[in-house]
């Protein structure tokens, strides 16, 4: 049984275009906290799969460390939330007229 539906993060895929949808997967559900070896669960696939994974997440974005990962996909998910925040701001000021 799956802990996170990865599908409720579609529109959060937008925000990672350079990374494969399963580099996305990896990364969101590390960056989520959860450890290698039960993102291997989640993924039914090996142990080596997921450090392989992150390891090709690593050189695609050029970071030294999985800690920049974390650090990207937190800065990352703030612009995300204020864009919605403006998109949304801007469908209210339609709708009433301001």
């Keep these: 049984m799956a ?10 895929r937008e925000v990672f275009p350079e990374l494969t ?4 997967e990896t990364a969101m559900l590390f960056a989520l906290g959860i450890s290698q070896k039960e993102i291997a ?5 090996s142990y080596p799969v997921v450090n392989t994974t992150l390891e ?10 999985l800690n920049s990962l974390l650090a990207v996909f937190q800065v990352r998910l703030v612009f995300f939330a ?3 925040c ?6 209210e000021r339609k709708i009433t007229g301001r």
Excluded: A, C, H, M
């Design 86 to 91: 403006v998109l949304q701001r801007k469908n």
């Design 41 to 45: 669960v989640l993924r039914s696939v």
């Design 3 to 12: 802990i996170v539906d990865i599908t409720q993060f579609s529109e959060f």
């Design 21 to 24: 949808p399963v580099q996305f």
């Design 82 to 84: 204020l864009r919605g």
């Design 56 to 65: 090709e997440i690593k050189i695609k974005l050029n970071f030294y460390s």
